[in-house]
């Protein structure tokens, strides 16, 4: 009997996700779609938009600078995509999924809030950065999706309270709990980062 090959982890691929969000009369709304009951990652669980960096997003970057570009380029390697070809895989990956455009200068509207790599053991890994953004930054209506890709179905802008009732991965839940507290005013104490990348999970503040 000949043993079985040890299973690899697939290797971890930089992500970038906007969390589009809006003023309403009941509170703040994010705007989240489901993905495909096929999908190969997190099946039919309700995300924010986002994906995989692509090349043409370094031939194409967003000039982020300040805070952002800082925190960016925190506790990552050589290898690492600059701050601006994460910013414009995030604004490319909204305009793609969700049919949006934040513009005509995506950068200034968007914060970085978040990062995080997927645990070891998974299909599919990511070193996922989140960007807030206020839906008064789009050129077009927020509720027109009519030009979406349809990765994500059910597009829909909804309650931050209503949003943790929705069938989410754990991350998301823990970046709906932080933007939470980011839209009520809490003070800035630096972007969570659940660290994944060796052996034993870490969780940092990139300040």
Not at 24 to 33: E, F, I, K
Not at 185 to 198: I, W
Request: glycine share 8%.
């Amino acid at each position: 009997m000949t043993a079985e090959a040890p299973v690899l982890d697939p290797p971890v691929r930089a992500a970038a996700t906007v969390i589009l969000w809006r003023a309403a009369a009941t509170g703040p709304q994010v705007l989240m779609g489901m993905r495909g009951a096929a999908a190969v990652f997190m099946p039919s669980k309700y995300v924010f938009p986002g994906g995989a960096v692509d090349p043409g997003d370094a031939a194409s970057p967003l000039p982020m600078t300040g805070i952002c570009a800082h925190r960016l380029r925190a506790f990552c390697g050589p290898e690492a995509p600059a701050p601006g070809a994460l910013a414009g895989a995030a604004v490319r990956e909204l305009r793609e999924e969700t049919g949006l455009v934040i513009g005509p200068t995506p950068a200034p509207a968007l914060r970085f809030v978040f990062r995080a790599i997927t645990p070891p053991g998974r299909t599919r890994r990511f070193d996922a950065r989140f960007f807030l953004a206020d839906a008064a930054h789009l050129t077009g209506a927020p509720d027109d999706f009519s030009k979406a890709d349809q990765e994500l179905s059910h597009l829909h802008w909804i309650g931050l309270r209503e949003a943790r009732a929705l069938d989410l991965p754990f991350i998301t839940e823990v970046v709906l709990a932080e933007i939470t507290a980011t839209l009520r005013g809490a003070p800035d104490q630096g972007v969570p980062f659940f660290d994944n990348s060796g052996t034993t999970p870490a969780f940092r503040r990139i300040v």
